[in-house]
Each structure stands twice: as structure tokens, then as C-alpha cells.
């Protein structure tokens, strides 16, 4: 995705986004739910994520049962370079993530995890993310706890030894602040449901969540 402002033509973005093959037979990677979580906690917790084009993942997470609130934004670089067109030169070291709030009553950190590896992205993809390349589409966890950083290192090595993917696991465990993208950005998916992107790369995604997890669906 590559809209420095909010008035792109749609023309232009038709064209960006045919111009690899599209999601359209996207189906959630079958794989086992990890072994350990982080300990049952009291309250909202949060979970930020990173792993391609962010208007994809939001509107995968936003689906999720007892996810009561996901924010777009940009992880791993810093306050005054975490605009949009100062990450698109991919140069400030952050990457398109979502900022994740979520009712661990009702859905596991762990969980979250294995939406965001079985259908949100691919997972092994290196700095890439369909027709979307570079840094800021990499695959990458920031864990806000050292408890979700553990539950992510062990997910990332269960799933190696189980041979998930057909490719090793590209996905890093970083360290960053969260900063929220701008507003033109924040719903986009349920704000442009006939947007050339939305149809040909996320509603692909959340088709495919919704049969894979149809239980954690809302």
C-alpha cells in the first residue's frame, strides 16, 4: 500500500495493487495453537503486531472476538519520523503495525498469535508483504511484556520444528514504541470497502480468517 495522502487516485492504486497476483485464494495456514501463553491477567491487555500494509491487519484483529479496540500506527523508530511519508521512504526503521486492546477473558495473547501467523500475513516474507516491499512491511512483533516475548520466541520455534510454512519464519521480535498513523488511515478497511486494495488484498484475509477461526469470529 502506497498512498502518500488520503486523495490518491483510485486509478493509480487499482494498478499497484493488480500488480501482483491478489489474495483472492488466501486460506488460514492450518497450524497448532502454541504450547504456552502469557499468565491470565485482570483487564485490557494490549498486543502490537507488525506484518505488511496495516489496513489489512486491522480489519483481520478488528473481527476478532473479545478485541475491543486495534489502532493502526508505526513500531520501531521514533516520535518525530512516524508519519506516513516519512516511514514510506524506508528510512526511519519503523515498520506498519496495529496496536491491538484486547479482553484476555476472552481471547489469549497466544491466540492472537496464532491469527496473526495463520492468516493476517505470511509470515516469510522478508521487508515484503504481497505487492508491498520494503522495511516497513516486515514481519515483526513487538511484545509489551517479557511474558509475550517468551510466548512469541517459543510460538516462532514450535512452528519451526513443526515445518508450518514451506519457508523458514522471517518474523523478528523487536523492541519500540507504538505511534498511531493518521486519521485518514485509522477504519480504513470499513471506511473504503470498495477500495481497489481492500478488495484484492484484505478482504481476502478476512474471508479466510472467518472460515479458518469461525469461533473466535464476531
Not at 494498478?15 to 504450547?35: D, K, M, N, Q, Y
Request: hydrophobic share 45%; net charge positive.
Amino acid at each position: 500500500m502506497r498512498a502518500a495522502a488520503p486523495l490518491v487516485a483510485a486509478a493509480g492504486l487499482a494498478a499497484l495493487a493488480f500488480a501482483a497476483t491478489p489474495g483472492s485464494a488466501e486460506r488460514a495456514v492450518p497450524i497448532p495453537a502454541s504450547r504456552i501463553d502469557v499468565a491470565r491477567a485482570t483487564g485490557p491487555q494490549v498486543a502490537v503486531l507488525a506484518g505488511g500494509c496495516f489496513w489489512g491487519m486491522e480489519a483481520v484483529f478488528d473481527h476478532v472476538r473479545g478485541v475491543r479496540s486495534v489502532t493502526a500506527g508505526y513500531a520501531g523508530g521514533t516520535r518525530d519520523t512516524a508519519t506516513y511519508d516519512q516511514v514510506s521512504t524506508e528510512r526511519t526503521r519503523h515498520a506498519e503495525a496495529i496496536r491491538i486492546v484486547y479482553d484476555p477473558a476472552q481471547v489469549s495473547y497466544a491466540t492472537l498469535l496464532r491469527v496473526y501467523f495463520s492468516v493476517a500475513h505470511d509470515p516469510t516474507q522478508v521487508n515484503r508483504q504481497g505487492p508491498d516491499s520494503g522495511p516497513s512491511y516486515r514481519s515483526a512483533i513487538f511484545p509489551q511484556s517479557p511474558d509475550q516475548a517468551s510466548v512469541a520466541r517459543a510460538y516462532i520455534a514450535q512452528l519451526t520444528a513443526a515445518r508450518s510454512f514451506g519457508r523458514p519464519i522471517a518474523t523478528r521480535i523487536e523492541q519500540g514504541a507504538f505511534f498511531p498513523a493518521e486519521a485518514y488511515h485509522q477504519d480504513f478497511f470499513r471506511r473504503n470497502p470498495t477500495h481497489p486494495y481492500i478488495v484484492a488484498w484484505d478482504k481476502p484475509k478476512l474471508a479466510a480468517f472467518r472460515t479458518g477461526f469461525p469461533r473466535l469470529a464476531s
